[in-house]
């Protein structure tokens, strides 16, 4: 099967096999994401589904974990989804676990009982776009969900038996807000309690909204820095289970990874290391400047000097 998209799937579900069952993400508005921004959402029909499964069976795979794409499979009807999980069982018998991306509000659209007979279908896990804690934050973003929304249907799908994994996003509240919105993610985190955790830097593209409101003023993005001591932070209050985090933050290289409560104290240590060296590099950017700023004012002052020298001069010769 062609693949149209950008491949985006949890780094925890890298050894799964990828099936495309939709293009792009039918939601599409989230301000920040420029995954699906040039697509326009549709269903891959069920015979290009099936012949991508003979495709797999017949070059010898057989895949354990099937991670459905794209932005947000659990968005089809349920009946579409039905007909997909009995044709990879039919071609794959013995697959243990099928998971996907999620919204909130796909959880929303589901009934309690179509979310149980997904589990019974081998639905296992839903990676939810949380992103972060703070309800006027998500609303900015343009997210499908508030807070209390997300408690809501958290605790429906917590009832189905399917686990749920969360995305989050560092930097997402902006300049001077990475304390803040730790301690709101923390709080949301340790209520609703998710199997994993992806989190990631926030990545500015152009070619997202986001940029516009950048452009517009109306978005001062947090730096670096302050996106690290967000996840130290973060990591400081979170006192549940987490079988698999992983946090990075593609613009310095920096990667936390671990179990949680067990690789905790590491991962904060690994994340002191990184926040030392940034505030560093920070420092010696401002001294840079500062000695720029300094170097430029010596040069100011020198040519005021000497056309100060040289009106002088003109006096003297004219008297
Ligand atoms: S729901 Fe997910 S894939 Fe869709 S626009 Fe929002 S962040 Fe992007």
């Not at 099967?1 to 099936?19: A, F, T, V, W």
């Not at 302050?226 to 290289?253: A, K, M, P, T, W």
């Amino acid at each position: 099967m062609d693949y149209e998209g950008q491949i985006c799937r949890p780094p925890m579900e890298r050894g799964s096999y990828k099936l495309p069952v939709a293009v792009g993400c039918s939601y599409n508005q989230c301000k920040f994401c420029g995954l699906f921004k040039h697509l326009t959402y549709r269903e891959i029909s069920m015979e290009t589904v099936e012949k991508e499964l003979l495709r797999v069976q017949g070059i010898g795979g057989y895949p354990m974990r099937i991670f459905l794409g794209d932005g947000n499979p659990f968005g089809l009807p349920a009946e579409r989804l039905f007909a997909i999980l009995d044709l990879i069982h039919k071609y794959f018998p013995r697959c243990q676990q099928i998971s996907m991306d999620a919204t909130i509000t796909n959880l929303r659209e589901k009934t309690d009982r179509e979310m149980r007979e997904l589990y019974e279908h081998g639905v296992r896990e839903l990676y939810l776009g949380i992103e972060c804690g703070l309800d006027d934050v998500l609303s900015f973003m343009r997210k499908d969900h508030g807070i209390e929304e997300a408690y809501c249907q958290l605790s429906r799908l917590e009832r189905s038996g399917i686990a749920y994994s969360a995305h989050l996003m560092l930097g997402l509240a902006g300049k001077g807000r990475w304390e803040e919105n730790a301690e709101a993610t923390a709080h949301f985190i340790n209520r609703t309690r998710p199997k994993k955790i992806i989190n990631t830097s926030i990545f500015l593209s152009e070619r997202t909204p986001l940029f516009r409101e950048i452009e517009k003023g109306n978005f001062h993005p947090a730096d670096e820095l302050e996106n690290l001591r967000e996840e130290y932070r973060l990591l400081e209050l979170l006192d549940v289970e987490i079988e698999s985090y992983d946090g990075f933050h593609d613009n310095l290289e920096v990667r936390t990874r671990g179990q949680l409560p067990r690789d905790k104290e590491k991962m904060l240590h690994h994340l002191k290391e990184a926040i030392d060296r940034e505030e560093l590099r920070t420092a010696e950017k401002e001294s840079d400047k500062t000695g720029e700023r300094n170097g430029r004012k010596e040069r100011c002052r020198a040519e005021e000097g000497k056309v100060e020298e040289d009106r002088i001069e003109k006096l003297r010769k004219i008297s």
